[in-house]
């Protein structure tokens, strides 16, 4: 089962609220709160779109630039060891730090 949605460039959670009888969610990855709720898929979807619609609308209204989700950058925290292991790797076969790091992570979620 998936517990996210994607609409136009956004990622929002899926939740149930058992006591409530309601789907739930929130954008993930922005630091600005956009929630949404329905009593079942397709209102959940539909309310998290508008939700998203409405967001990008009045960030255009107030003339401000709309949060990106994930863009790109993440900090990681590894032992100083591992760090100077990786970063000899990737001189050894002549390619970044960066570069060999985000082709790791890109098989290991293939």
Avoid: W
């Avoid at 149930?16 to 009593?39: A, M, N, P, Q, T």
């Avoid at 619609?53 to 590894?78: Q, T, V, W």
């Avoid at 591992?82 to 050894?92: F, T, V, W």
């Amino acid at each position: 089962m998936k517990n996210t949605m994607e609409y136009n460039g956004y990622v929002g959670s899926v939740e149930l609220s058992e006591e409530d009888g309601i789907f739930f969610g929130k954008v993930l990855g922005i630091r600005s709160l956009i929630s949404y709720e329905g009593e079942n898929y397709k209102e959940l979807r539909d309310d998290f779109h508008t939700a998203v619609d409405d967001y990008l609308e009045m960030c255009k209204e107030e003339h401000i630039e709309p949060e990106k989700a994930y863009k790109g950058s993440f900090n990681i925290r590894i032992s100083p060891e591992l760090h100077k292991r990786l970063a000899i790797y990737a001189i050894e076969h002549q390619t970044t730090l960066n570069s060999y790091v985000a082709e790791t992570l890109e098989k290991a979620v293939k």
